[in-house]
């Protein structure tokens, strides 16, 4: 698993910049992918698709939001996976 800086896009939307990203790239070709990220404080990502993640490193793809952790003592951690290619 990798750790990479990214921003959070809905449409045109720009949901968070600067998240913390953990990221498994599991297929070749980076087909096959997922990880969680740190929204925040604020910010919300709802479950569901439509969301694209724009890596600092130049990488993008777009995820569905498979899971969103709100907890009262540290940060909302949102689980993803890709559906598609992230190049």
Do not use: C
Request: net charge negative; charged share 20%; aromatic share 6%.
């Amino acid at each position: 698993m990798e750790f990479v800086q990214a921003k959070v896009v809905k449409g045109k939307t720009v949901i968070a910049d600067g998240v913390e990203t953990y990221l498994a790239v599991t297929g070749e070709g980076g087909i096959e992918w997922n990880g969680t990220f740190e929204l925040p404080q604020g910010a919300e990502v709802p479950p569901g698709k439509g969301y694209r993640l724009e890596l600092a490193d130049g990488r993008a793809g777009d995820i569905t939001v498979t899971n969103v952790n709100v907890s009262d003592h540290g940060p909302t951690t949102v689980g993803f996976r890709g559906t598609g290619r992230l190049a």
